[in-house]
């Protein structure tokens, strides 16, 4: 992953350490963490991977390669996250703005991003 997720909101590194500081989150808050099957759906704000916890709303941090997403507020584990189908051009093409202005929300297509990257006198970037 080019963009951030859990690295930067929580600080954790690995699955394990997600886990864990899900964990003591919950622990915090005195509430236990439990399994959800509804899908999370991933979007980009300002570089940062995330989704919207879909049964308190919730901001909660997303890693691609990692086997779970996990809500702080509800303790929510969500074993299933919607990626997009552009995951790499997606992330290639906000790459080259300021963190501030990676944003990607669907249906947001990668040729919308392209478009606003020149309109702003970015370079478009080469996807292979
Ligand atoms: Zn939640």
């Known amino acids: 992953m080019r963009l951030l997720g859990p690295s930067k909101m929580w600080s954790t590194h690995t ?6 500081k899900h ?17 999370v ?10 989704g919207d916890c879909p049964h308190c709303r919730n901001g909660i941090p997303l890693h691609r390669d990692w086997p779970t ?3 702080a507020e509800c303790g929510g584990v969500f074993p299933h996250v919607q990626w997009p189908d552009a995951f790499d051009e997606i992330e290639a093409v906000l790459a080259v703005r300021p963190m501030a202005n990676q944003n990607w ?11 606003d990257n020149i309109r702003h006198g970015l370079a478009p970037k080469v996807v292979d």
């Open 15 to 20: 699955p394990q350490e997600y886990e864990a």
């Open 23 to 39: 964990l003591a989150m919950c622990t915090a808050a005195r509430i236990s963490p439990w399994e959800s099957v509804r899908p």
């Open 41 to 50: 759906v991933a979007h980009v704000s300002e570089g940062r991977w995330v």
């Open 69 to 71: 997403a996990r809500c």
């Open 105 to 115: 929300t669907d249906p947001e297509t990668v040729e919308r991003l392209v478009v």
